[in-house]
């Protein structure tokens, strides 16, 4: 489970440095100009991003593009090889131009495309937001039937090649991370709860690689509705039923406060995303619906302890005032509770 808060802003000054020191040292350019120069890129929760373009850039770094600074190493590492790994298998994510540990800029770094298009929050008119909404089913949809179609040797032979073993990628690794955070907060209800969910796993399917987080905000869309998926930190090989679970619960949830009288029209609209969403689905194999209940109280359980960690000041999960899983916490933990009396209640 990678931490969730990004590190301090870094001075823009700081970042044009190090631009030009990786750029130069990759290109053999002496001279650079910035076109535009480095601006944060707003909505992360994890990385710091910036938007930079180069004036007359040297081969490899042409066009609008993206640095992205990752506070944990090891996440880092995996995150851009997997990115690499599936951008060259053609799916549609942006295209990795350099990789780096902490130098120059004190975090591991990324440098990639800059993808075409915007996420649903800076959708400019509400017109937009609205057309957006309507396609949003759809899109997510697609975005996970074409994942988890991906093949996996081959995803796995190009990991192994930069260095990132299939296990580094599987699900029982995020699992018993979550374990450790919910035995750190020393709550005994999700202790109970984590230990019901691992008795309880149904069987497993055939792995497909997933990506953890297919939201508005992680899909960027342009006027044609053509999409490009990003933000890979939370990926890993699992059952389909991951993405498709995360998803729901997500809209589910509710994550941003809806004005005062429209949380219910609020609530059956967000169910209707998710229902259409998952009939549009298309992935390898048919949804299993035992599956899809058990990732979706995992997911509750993530959101439970870390809001419960982060009110405790542990440091494995510092979340911002705004983070949306503080406003998400109070129905995962109803729903997560619900799932455990619904599991213990006589079956006749």
């Known amino acids: ?3 969730p808060s990004a590190s301090a802003a870094t001075d823009v000054g700081d970042i044009e440095s ?12 002496r001279e650079l100009r910035f076109a535009k120069r480095p601006t944060p890129v707003r909505g992360g929760y994890w990385a710091e991003i910036f938007a930079f373009e180069l004036a007359a ?20 590492r995996r995150e851009t090889a997997l990115q ?44 937009a937001k609205l057309a957006r909404l309507w396609r949003l089913p759809g899109l997510l949809a697609a975005a996970q039937s074409r994942l988890h179609a991906l093949p996996i040797a081959s995803l796995e032979a190009r990991l192994a090649h930069r260095g990132v073993e299939p296990g580094e990628l599987a699900h029982d690794v995020a699992i018993g991370e979550l374990g450790e955070l919910v035995q750190a907060t020393g709550s005994r209800e999700l202790a109970n709860a984590f230990d019901w969910l691992v008795a309880t796993r149904p069987p497993r399917g055939e792995p497909v690689l997933t990506h953890g987080d297919v939201h508005p905000n992680n899909l960027l869309v342009d006027g044609g509705g053509v999409w490009t998926l990003i933000d890979w930190s939370n990926a890993c090989f699992a059952d389909p039923e991951r993405d498709v679970a995360f998803t729901s619960e997500l809209f589910e949830l509710r ?22 969403m998952r ?22 359980l993530r959101i439970a302890a870390r809001v419960t960690a982060a009110e405790l000041s542990l440091p494995e999960a510092a979340l911002g005032a705004s983070h949306p899983n503080r406003e998400m916490a109070p129905r995962a933990w109803a729903r997560l509770r619900a799932a455990r009396a619904a599991s213990r209640a ?3």
Do not use: N
């Not at 850039?57 to 593009?65: I, Q, S, V």
């Not at 075409?116 to 400019?124: E, I, V």
């Open 255 to 276: 994550p941003l406060r809806l004005p005062r009288g429209t949380g219910a029209l609020g609530d059956a609209l967000l169910h209707e995303i998710t229902r259409r």
């Open 1 to 3: 489970m990678r931490p």
């Open 57 to 76: 850039a040297p081969r490899g770094f042409g066009g609008e593009l993206i640095l992205r600074l990752m506070p944990e190493p090891e996440v880092a």
């Open 18 to 29: 190090g631009l030009c020191d990786v750029i130069r040292t990759r290109s053999g350019a």
């Open 279 to 300: 009939t549009a689905y298309a992935g390898p194999a048919p949804l299993d619906r035992a599956r899809l209940a058990w990732y979706r109280a995992l997911y509750q």
């Open 346 to 348: 006589p079956r006749g």
């Open 84 to 127: 690499t790994a599936v951008a060259e298998l053609g799916f549609p994510t942006p295209r990795v131009r350099a990789t780096g540990g902490a130098e120059p800029f004190g975090r591991p770094y990324a440098i990639m495309d800059r993808a075409p298009g915007h996420t649903f929050d800076k959708s400019p008119t509400m017109a």
